[in-house]
């Protein structure tokens, strides 16, 4: 897109009474100096998270590290599932202004880019699940098993670094026109500063030390992110790849129960697909879903309504019939 072409869009924005596409951060298409940054701000969190189990054997860990990587990894991650997913995206429920912009920051400490481009890919996902036009479906190159292993590369980690982004305008105007929202996603870089930067700054203070400061920026800030980062990512890839599928759904989205702790809910990936609006991802007995849990304390507190609960009536409806599903449990109809 030209410059030329980008002033004219802007005023054509501007005249239909939409913010321009500059009033977010990042338009249609990565410049360079975006895919750089990604690029370090995947691979040095990686590199820190391969060095942890041999560093952890070495020097070990300390309960305040631990504390710090457990906290904010689940204070990004509710950001992200509650916050960017269930509620900007889908609108399992409505929040009051304070929990609303609360939960947009928490979503962007989660360090996955800025609210309005995260929500816009993931409406454009559901769009196209697992079919042409999906930004990161791992079926993309095809059924063969190299065309799978290539397509989990592309849903993991690679389409991350397409050009070709998605049209903020066309799936997310509703969060460019709140004012508030446009503003936290263009603090995106803000917020990441603070989320790198407070593990490091509560332990120093807690130990009085520089060592701890770094410990703590190992731990609670590379680490943290690297795995929050592969957690999410792998809703992407592995859970459109593999898994349960008891619920009828147009696309290969599957139930994958091992990630639903460190998920926090959205590995129960195949209810979600069948039930986007859902704000419970996990219906089955047993199938642990702590963003619902907090979901339902934010409804209870008085700080969300209007939401979203599944019913068993709505959820059997769902159910698969023809056999190709997994093991059927009795579903619950509460939301915890």
């Not at 929500?119 to 409406?123: M, Q």
């Given at each position: ?8 869009e ?10 321009p ?57 509710h ?11 889908h ?27 995260w ?5 454009k ?52 026109k ?29 130990t ?34 593999v ?70 009536s709505?959820i ?21």
């Open positions: 897109m030209t410059a030329r072409s980008d002033v004219m802007d005023a054509t924005q501007a005249n239909n009474g939409t913010p596409l500059s009033a977010t951060l990042g338009g249609e298409q990565k410049r360079s100096v975006e895919q750089i940054a990604l690029l370090l701000f995947i691979t040095v969190p990686f590199l820190a998270l391969v060095a942890a189990v041999p560093l952890a054997w070495g020097w070990g860990v300390s309960w305040l590290d631990l504390g710090l990587m457990v906290f904010f990894y689940f204070l990004g991650c950001g992200i599932t509650i916050g960017f997913h269930r509620h900007f995206t609108g399992s429920f409505k929040a009051k202004r304070p929990l609303k912009i609360a939960l947009a920051i928490a979503g962007s400490m989660a360090v996955e880019g800025p609210l309005v481009r929500v816009a890919d993931h409406r996902h559901h769009k196209f699940s697992d079919a042409e036009g999906d930004p990161h479906s791992p079926w993309r190159f095809g059924e063969t098993l190299p065309a799978l292993i290539k397509g989990l590369w592309w849903a993991h980690i690679g389409w991350l670094f397409d050009e070709e982004q998605t049209p903020q305008d066309k799936y997310a105007p509703d969060l460019i709140d004012p508030a929202l446009r503003t936290v996603s263009r603090q995106f870089v803000l917020w990441t500063a603070v989320s790198l930067a407070l593990p490091p700054l509560i332990g120093g203070l807690v009085m030390s520089w060592w701890g400061a770094f410990t703590a920026f190992f731990w609670g800030s590379l680490v943290r992110v690297a795995l929050l980062h592969h957690v999410t990512w792998s809703i992407n890839s592995i859970c459109h790849a898994g349960k599928r008891p619920f009828k759904s147009r696309d290969r989205s599957g139930n994958v129960w091992w990630l639903a702790i460190l998920s926090c809910g959205e590995s129960w990936h195949n209810l979600h697909h069948a039930d986007p609006t859902s704000a419970r991802h996990g219906v089955e007995r047993g199938q642990l879903d702590s963003s619902a849990r907090l979901i339902r304390w934010f409804e209870q507190f008085g700080w969300a309504y209007d939401v979203r609960w599944p019913s068993r709505r059997d409806s769902r159910r698969n019939t023809d056999g190709n599903g997994s093991r059927r449990g009795k579903a619950t109809a509460d939301a915890a």
